[in-house]
Structures are given as C-alpha cells and as structure tokens.
Nanobody, 123 residues
C-alpha cells in the first residue's frame, strides 16, 4: 500500500494543524495506523496510533490532550488533529501502517510508510 500525507505547514505556537494520510488501498483490519515524527539527528518517535478494527487509540505522553488521531475507513484516510502546538512539535511527520500493534512495543514496527509532511511551529 502507498501512503500519502498532507496538511503540514508552518504555524505559530498555540496554533493548530490537521494532517491527513490517504492509503492507496484497503488496509487490513488487523493493522493499526500510526503517526510518527522525526527531527534531524534524533530517533523517530511514535506520536499516536489507532487500531483499524475498533478505533482504539494510544498517544505519546508528549501529545496527550493536544493531538487526536482518527480515521475514515470509507475514505481510507487517517487524520491527526494537532492543537496547542508547541515549538518542540516541529518535525517531519510520517504516517504508517503496522501489523505489530499487538506486540506491546512502542512505537510499533511499521510495514508501510508515507513520504512525510513537515510541521514547523514557531515561538
């Protein structure tokens, strides 16, 4: 499956952005969808995940209460609503599909990746 992100951009601290990720084909219900982010020179960080089967979600502590992950299965689309953005949220954001979500590891190992969309938050 191909994943294509959009919605990144530049915003001031306290602002909001909504990222989207469209899958080129149906992602099996045994998978979860995951948003990751990465800053140059640092490890890729898991931000949020959502189970395809039951919409259950998980968030990194750094984004709890500010970000919401959701999906529209009819449109094969994943979303990340980001509110109260902080400069430390600046990163390249990637969506991914993972078959590893039941392993208990965080972040889960991804099987398919998007190309990424840049989010820049200025103070």
């Amino acid at each position: 499956a191909q994943l294509v992100e959009s919605g990144g951009g530049s915003v001031q601290a306290g602002g909001s952005l909504r990222l989207s990720c469209v899958a080129s084909e149906y992602i099996h219900s045994s998978f979860c969808m995951v948003w990751y982010r990465q800053v140059p020179g640092k490890e890729r960080e898991g931000v949020a995940s959502i189970m395809r089967s039951d919409d259950s979600t998980k968030y990194a502590d750094s984004v709890k209460g500010r970000f919401i992950i959701s999906q529209d299965n009819a449109k094969n689309t994943l979303y990340l609503q980001m509110d109260s953005l902080k400069p430390e949220d600046t990163a390249m954001y990637y969506c991914a599909a993972s078959s590893d979500c039941y392993s208990g590891y965080w972040p889960p190992r991804a099987d398919y990746w998007g190309q990424g969309t840049q989010v820049t938050v200025s103070s």
